[in-house]
């Protein structure tokens, strides 16, 4: 059993919670992720890794509610424990010193950012950020970036915080300025990451993205986070997340991502129908 040490809650729906894991602290790089399951007969959730401390050893997770298993997350609080915690899965991000390059992260995709930008700080790499938000009570760890950026912009959809826009309006302005740009690194949405790739395709910039395909096992055994990338059937749990955003096949990636969607409402459903009856004490 894993205990929680800390939940922080975001926003309505965005969650923050801070696990003792000192074994996954100890292993875990910038870029990877872990499997949660609640208790017994729970879904394995995939959940990147948006920080971790060796030394207290815990590892940090930013959750958005989306379906049946991450509504439960959210009612737990800290000092509660769950049953499974695995990780850390999937390959690091390359950090390699860069004089410029640009952070792109949109809506949860901004956690998993944050350790990345640090690793690349430590090399000495010139950093801009770009954090993305719909609006102003969405955003979280401005502070957090401002520290390590270089340059920090953060964007909002309805205007209500920092600059009007989107994170692609920030990238443009930024990639039309004087310092030339070596890398984008992005992660959020799978329209975002796919914008940020065609927005850098012509100017020849690498530009890498955290694939956040749909994952069960998270391990390479079942195949449902495969991915096509310059016509290759690829693994985002073992052979990503991060791949070249320019090689990867967007438009057959979101259709992939609908393809359990019936079956995630319906066990939705299911869960609120019966916390209803639970509150009614109608079932233990």
């Known amino acids: 059993m894993f205990l929680i040490l800390k939940k922080e809650v975001f926003a309505p729906d965005t969650f923050l919670w801070e696990v003792a894991a000192p074994e996954i602290a100890d292993a875990a790089e910038a870029g990877q992720f872990a499997m949660v ?6 879904e394995r959730i995939p959940l990147t890794i948006a920080d971790f401390d060796r030394e207290r050893g815990t590892v940090t997770l930013v959750v958005k509610v989306v379906g049946r298993s991450t509504e439960e997350m959210a009612t737990y609080s800290a000092g509660e424990r769950f049953l499974d915690f695995i990780g850390p899965l999937g390959a690091p ?33 010139g950093t801009t950020t770009i954090l993305g938000f719909r609006t102003r009570n969405q955003i979280f760890w401005e502070e957090r970036f401002r520290l390590l950026s270089n340059q920090l912009l953060v964007m909002t959809e309805d205007g209500s915080y920092g600059r009007h826009g989107t994170t692609i309006d920030a990238l443009r ?17 799978i329209g975002m990451m796919q914008a940020v790739a065609e927005v850098t395709r012509p100017l020849k910039i690498p530009t890498f993205a955290s694939m956040n395909s749909i994952m069960v096992d998270g391990i390479g055994m ?9 016509g290759k059937v690829l693994f985002a749990c073992v052979d990503g997340p991060d791949m070249d955003a320019h090689k990867v096949d967007f438009e057959e990636l979101k259709v992939r991502q609908n393809r359990f969607k019936k079956e995630e409402i319906a066990s939705l459903k299911k869960y609120r129908g019966e916390c209803a009856l639970k509150k009614e004490g109608r079932i233990f």
Request: proline residues 6%; contains cysteine; hydrophobic residues 35%.
């Open 222 to 230: 079942c195949g449902s986070c495969r991915i096509t990338v310059e």
């Open 37 to 42: 399951r609640l208790k017994e007969g729970g």
């Open 93 to 125: 991000t390359q950090v390699k010193g860069k004089n410029h390059i640009v952070l792109v992260g949109g809506g949860l995709g901004v956690a998993p950012l944050y350790p990345i930008l640090r690793s690349f700080k430590e090399l000495g790499s």
């Open 173 to 189: 302005f930024i990639l039309s300025g004087e310092v030339p740009v070596d890398e984008v690194m992005t992660v959020g949405p």
